[in-house]
């Protein structure tokens, strides 16, 4: 059974202000990073087999902050890059809820080839990493697509936490959603008393 442990990266200022990154390079602010380092803490203990990222920076510098316990060779696959928002990157909210309700933007990336390039991601990690424990530090927008693909129940997009972590197992040919959107790890979080997923053996 194939096992991956989806990080979302911490904040940056982007997200702070409600801005849409998608795949404009914005780096971790200093609460992105002290969430990357609470992920640390709570992964560290496990005995993961691999860790991937994208080469978008907030994802990169998680994923190395992360690493600084874990000593793995840092993997960068763009299948899990963020979806391209084409005109909507950079827009504020309040703007794109005005011009764009359907949120769907001109030069866009397709539902379709998002999908198709997470499928074909997630394929590539099962057939190098059968039956091991990996991490993969990815977007929201990324995570939200696999939740929609793999939950049992029907998921529409939800907001995920920056640092939030999202758990799904490969058995009996397919992918499988164990635990999504867990944040109990991150300090900003704990009055939630969320119960802990068994990363050991989920």
Same mark, same amino acid.
């Given at each position: ?8 990266h911490g904040?940056?200022?982007w997200n702070?202000l409600g ?7 914005i780096?971790l602010n200093e609460?992105g990073?002290?969430?990357?380092e609470?992920c640390?803490?709570y992964?560290?203990?496990v ?10 920076k907030?994802? #990169? ?9 874990l000593?793995?060779?840092i ?5 899990f890059?963020?979806?391209y $928002? ?6 504020i909210?309040r ?5 764009y309700?359907? $949120?769907?933007?001109?030069?866009m990336? =397709?539902?379709?080839d998002?999908? @198709? #390039?997470i499928d074909?991601?997630? @394929?590539v990690? !099962?057939?190098e $990493?059968?039956?091991?424990?990996v991490?993969i530090?990815a ?8 939740l =929609? ?12 936490? !920056?640092g ?5 197992q ?13 944040? !109990?790890?991150l300090?900003e979080h704990?009055d ?7 990363l050991k053996? $989920?």
């Amino acid at each position: 059974m194939t096992q991956i442990c989806l990080v979302r990266h911490g904040q940056t200022e982007w997200n702070l202000l409600g801005k849409l990154q998608g795949q404009t390079d914005i780096p971790l602010n200093e609460t992105g990073k002290f969430q990357a380092e609470e992920c640390r803490e709570y992964l560290k203990d496990v005995n993961w087999d691999a860790l991937i990222t994208t080469s978008l920076k907030r994802a #990169r510098q998680t994923a190395e902050i992360i690493n600084k316990e874990l000593h793995l060779p840092i993997i960068v696959m763009d299948h899990f890059i963020e979806r391209y $928002f084409g005109v909507g990157e950079g827009m504020i909210r309040r703007k794109r809820e005005k011009e764009y309700p359907d $949120f769907i933007f001109p030069e866009m990336e =397709s539902q379709d080839d998002l999908f @198709k #390039r997470i499928d074909e991601g997630l @394929k590539v990690v !099962n057939q190098e $990493f059968h039956n091991h424990k990996v991490l993969i530090v990815a977007h929201g927008a990324v995570i939200n697509a696999i939740l =929609s693909r793999f939950h049992k129940g029907k998921l529409d997009s939800i907001k995920l936490f !920056n640092g939030c972590l999202t758990n799904i197992q490969f058995e009996h040919n397919e992918w499988k959603v164990h635990d999504f959107n867990f944040v !109990n790890h991150l300090s900003e979080h704990k009055d939630k008393n969320i119960q802990a997923p068994p990363l050991k053996d $989920f």
